[in-house]
């Protein structure tokens, strides 16, 4: 069964510090995404990977894809509360059947 | 350019009703898809649109469908609502021309069945 697991689902965390979500899959695929969501929104693009070693930075984010491994990551550099969200990736089925999966999020939330 | 938009934005419904939600793509995206967003299950596929085919479908019953209009827009139609129908429906155009399906996404349809 294909499976794309964040984790962690749930993390708070003081300003200033950094920290990793990490989103696992498990089948092949080169091409990931990253959204956000607020609460009560939709979602936002963030970032997209497209090739095995990519590397995307957008202010205080940094995301990255091993195709090998079947991992992204979602790096978070001197956390500011305006970051406080949901984290999601979606893996792009590309190979199977085009579709694009998500995970179940990571609800970040950043303490001042 | 405009964004994705969704009407109507809240829906109150009882059991067994029907309902129709609707969505606007961003101006020349051809690719329309939908997702059923819960807090337990979270986002997951309903369908994809693509010059008015439906390219994709998810695990979901006959009781959900849509289509896609020439002009791209789509609407997505459940019948018989239950219970566990209620969530924020979202709707995400791509132009998939680029070779990739980078999607943005429509605010949202809150649907309550009571």
């Known amino acids: 069964e294909l499976k794309v697991e964040q984790n962690p689902l749930f993390l708070s965390m003081q300003e200033g510090k950094n920290y990793t979500i990490y989103c696992n899959y498990s089948?092949?695929?080169?091409?990931l995404y990253w959204y956000r969501q607020d609460p009560g929104k939709s979602l936002e693009s963030l970032f997209v990977l497209l090739s095995n070693g990519a590397v995307k930075q957008e202010g205080r984010l940094m995301a990255s894809l091993d195709t090998k491994a079947r991992l992204s990551t979602l790096h978070i550099t001197a956390a500011v509360h305006d970051l406080s969200a949901t984290y999601f990736c979606a893996v792009d089925m590309e190979y199977r059947d085009d579709k694009i999966i998500f995970g179940k999020g990571t609800r970040l939330h950043i303490l001042p | 350019k405009a964004g994705v938009t969704q009407t109507p934005r809240y829906l109150i419904k009882t059991r067994g009703q029907q309902v129709t939600l609707s969505c606007s793509p961003i101006?020349?995206?051809?690719?329309v898809s939908w997702y059923q967003q819960t807090p337990g299950q979270g986002l997951q596929f309903l369908f994809e649109y693509f010059s008015e085919t439906q390219r994709n479908k998810g695990n979901f019953p006959g009781r959900f469908s849509g289509r896609q209009f020439s002009n791209s827009r789509s609407e997505m139609n459940v019948s018989t609502l239950e219970l566990g129908d209620s969530a924020l429906y979202l709707c995400?155009?791509?132009?998939?021309?680029?070779?990739?399906?980078?999607?943005?996404f429509g605010p949202g349809t809150r649907l309550t069945v009571l």
């Open positions: 089948t092949t695929s080169d091409r």
């Open positions: 101006s020349g995206h051809r690719s």
């Open positions: 995400a155009s791509s132009s998939r021309t680029s070779g990739y399906n980078e999607q943005f």
